[in-house]
């Protein structure tokens, strides 16, 4: 084998750090996405590759009016002169820059295939064709008069502007998004008459707040329209901070189909939803019978979008199948704020609706001058071509003879008539034809008018106050071609508050309302059987558990659970799990601690009343209502401190209540004097030397006293019967004689009118 060749080291080889070199070039990758690709500049709204092609655009004479030019020229240009990055991507950026349904005010007039709402691709672009609109002529003028700095391009063959004229307020008016590294940004779009108006309240106001410019700027303005739901004072704070969202719904409206029907037609989707996307995610909704209000969905769209949504019935309440839409699809949605952006384009900031339209004001007025000082610089020279002019049409024939005799006749005149160099090139190249033109006449006429603007020009850049007077004067001329009678500045995005809608009729809304049984198991489990099952005899429970609870409802329902802690959980009937298996164990669906045990689980209904105690005999009665919680956690009723605990939940029924403890007395007294609370301790309903309390029951008096003993028979003891027993709340009440309530437990009477031993005691009374 040969020897191996080992190639000399480098003797500029430096030694440095990982983690030094890391950072160093991590942190000039940041500074490059932030400067030249997420962050547009504040002053003319653009990112660095939409500048580039406009530019490019520019130079290639693609001006509005102009025939347009190839797609793939435009690219081409862009990407071998002044962006070094793929052809995609920049073609990508032109044809965002022609959607009108993604650009409120267009800067690409596209001819051909430029996508569409429905979120279908554009045509390649060889067959696509493009030129500037006006809104883009308007942010390139006055490139050419010195208005910005050009720097060389990536290979420094060209040059290019560091940032347009601006003559539009782009930032604001088109929007933004990008995402840099460690920052991002989002700004929507806005109505460019709107923004001229705040501009010019600015410009009078230059100290003026954020919250101030609202009266002109109430809040975005999106191409697709839409209504905007937020309140005023939200929309003021994410303006006057620089951040926050705007929530967005569609706009839609109903159609009368005749016989008291109806249906619902969406004519607006929120800016930037594709509405394909839209109608898969509302074809799985309905496939998966979670718009159960929804009998029929098409899409009849031509260049308007109109989304058709018939109702399952004439009586579904429109605005509640819309808030179920809302709720679940993008027909609302939410676009963020965040105007980050690169102020006087090298620092990023995040900016309020002030500071943004300030720099934009401060850039016009800052083109303004370098205009105006770039103009009076033309004058001066053409002034002084003007004196050449005069001198050779005195001294014609004078003229003409040192220039036909004089092999270099530029110095000989210089010298004859005392000119300037610029005045003896002016003569030179003067052609012959134009001799004829040289009257003395004209010449002081155009030095006269020359004289006059230059004296205005001098006074303008010589005041502040006459320069943002022209400012203002741009700006309203922009205004009125912007204006909100103009078909392109009529304002389409509204504002309104939400309908007021009761949450638990949006949730049902969503369910389809279907019949169930719910079984909870001895040892916590619950499920959900199909339909409403009288006996539960055949249903199969793990091993060493068995039935405790089992009541009828349906999808739509909410399940209420009373623990030991004195807590009440809630949980939608529509999540439980079906019948096919054991179950779910209930502290899935509600936050509750290992140590607490289940007392009781009922449907709600709403408007009852319960009395609830605990073991220590105190208690009070609550409203259904109060019970309800909001949240996983569940609502704290019942306040109990360990050992004791909660007991018994029996929904109040009659005027006398029964309490039963474990020392086998009992006592019956007046329901009226048991207070009603929504939460606390409660007062003494049975005293107790031995034990604690039972159960308890409600009862009318006129019916007798129920109760559900071994085997599920029914018994009762009228109101004569039961004498002996009666007193008043906090007595400790009398024995129990043989065979009355032997478990001592009340039961229940079930709602499906079979009676539940007193195993079962604490299911939902009818």
Not at 141 to 164: H, N, Q
Not at 299 to 307: A, G, K, L
Not at 696 to 708: E, I, R, S
């Amino acid at each position: 084998m040969g020897k191996r060749l080992i190639p000399p080291e480098p003797s500029d080889v430096q030694e440095i750090q990982l983690r030094t070199a890391l950072e160093e070039r991590y942190l000039a990758y940041a500074l490059s996405t932030i400067m030249h690709r997420a962050l547009p500049d504040a002053r003319d709204g653009l990112k660095p590759v939409h500048r580039r092609l406009l530019f490019a655009m520019r130079q290639l004479r693609l001006d509005p009016g102009q025939a347009f030019k190839k797609s793939a020229r435009v690219v081409g240009d862009v990407i071998g002169k002044y962006h070094p990055h793929g052809d995609q991507s920049v073609y990508d950026a032109l044809v965002r820059l022609a959607q009108d349904f993604a650009q409120r005010y267009p800067l690409v007039d596209g001819q051909g295939n430029f996508g569409n709402i429905d979120g279908d691709n554009p045509a390649a672009m060889r067959y696509t064709e493009s030129r500037m609109t006006e809104v883009a002529r308007l942010l390139l003028d006055g490139i050419d008069d010195d208005a910005v700095d050009f720097r060389p391009t990536y290979d420094g063959s060209e040059s290019e502007p560091i940032v347009l004229p601006g003559a539009f307020p782009n930032l604001l008016a088109n929007g933004s998004q990008g995402i840099a590294v460690g920052m991002a940004t989002s700004i929507p779009p806005h109505n460019a008459a709107e923004l001229c108006d705040a501009a010019l309240f600015l410009i009078d106001n230059p100290n003026a707040r954020a919250k101030t410019l609202l009266k002109y700027i109430p809040g975005p303005d999106f191409p697709t329209g839409g209504i905007i739901i937020d309140t005023p004072a939200a929309i003021a704070e994410a303006y006057a901070t620089g951040r926050g969202s705007f929530r967005v719904r569609a706009r839609w409206k109903t159609e009368e189909t005749g016989r008291g029907t109806y249906q619902i037609v969406v004519t607006q989707i929120p800016w930037l939803v594709q509405k394909t996307r839209l109608i898969e995610r509302m074809a799985e909704l309905f496939n998966d019978k979670k718009l159960p209000l929804v009998a029929e969905f098409r899409d009849e769209s031509t260049e308007d979008v109109r989304v058709v949504i018939e109702p399952k019935s004439r009586a579904v309440d429109a605005g509640l199948l819309m808030e179920s839409l809302f709720k679940l699809t993008e027909l609302e949605c939410r676009i963020p704020l965040n105007m980050n952006v690169l102020s006087k384009g090298k620092v990023p900031k995040v900016m309020d609706l002030a500071e943004v339209l300030k720099e934009w004001l401060d850039h016009r007025r800052e083109v303004l001058i370098r205009r105006s000082k770039h103009r009076l610089a033309e004058i001066d020279h053409r002034l002084e071509v003007l004196g050449g002019f005069l001198v050779a049409y005195l001294n014609l024939d004078k003229v003409i003879k040192i220039i036909r005799n004089e092999d270099e006749p530029k110095p000989v005149l210089i010298k004859a008539f005392k000119l300037s160099e610029v005045q003896a090139d002016a003569i030179l190249n003067m052609r012959l034809r134009n001799l004829r033109k040289l009257e003395e006449m004209e010449i002081k006429t155009e030095n006269k008018a020359l004289r006059e603007e230059k004296a205005a020009v001098e006074k303008l850049i010589r005041s502040e106050k006459e320069q943002w007077k022209t400012v203002a004067d741009q700006v309203k001329a922009v205004r009125e071609t912007f204006g909100k009678k103009t078909p392109l500045g009529k304002r389409r995005t509204d504002f309104a508050e939400a309908p007021e809608h009761d949450e638990a009729a949006i949730e049902e809304a969503m369910v389809v309302r279907e019949p169930i049984t719910v079984v909870v198991s001895e040892k916590g489990w619950i499920r959900a059987l199909r339909g409403h099952q009288a006996d539960i005899s055949g249903i199969a429970f793990k091993t060493d558990d068995g039935p405790k609870f089992a009541f009828p409802a349906e999808t739509t329902s909410k399940i209420l659970v009373f623990a030991t802690n004195g807590r009440f959980y809630t949980i939608d009937a529509s999540k439980l799990p079906g019948g096919r298996g054991h179950g779910e164990p209930v502290r899935l669906y509600a936050d509750m601690e290992q140590d607490a045990e289940l007392i009781s689980a009922f449907r709600y209904q709403g408007g009852r009343k319960f009395l609830v105690a605990s073991k220590t005999g105190r208690g009070f009665i609550v409203a259904e209502d109060e019970v309800l919680a909001n949240t996983r956690k569940g609502k704290q009723v019942l306040n109990v401190k360990p050992p004791d605990a909660a007991r018994a939940v029996a929904p109040v029924e009659g005027e006398l209540a029964a309490a039963i403890g474990e020392n086998r007395k009992m006592v019956i007294f007046p329901l009226d004097q048991v207070p009603e609370m929504a939460r606390g301790r409660g007062v003494r309903l049975q005293r107790h030397k031995d034990g604690g309390l039972s159960d308890v029951t409600t009862f009318k008096g006129n019916d007798g006293l129920n109760w559900v003993g071994d085997g599920g028979r029914t018994s009762n003891l009228s109101l004569k019967e039961l004498a002996a027993w009666r007193g008043n709340r906090g007595d400790a009440g009398r024995v129990r004689p043989d065979r009355f309530l032997a478990n001592l437990k009340f039961g229940r009477l079930a709602e499906n009118g079979k009676s539940e031993n007193g195993k079962n005691g604490g299911g939902e009374g009818k």
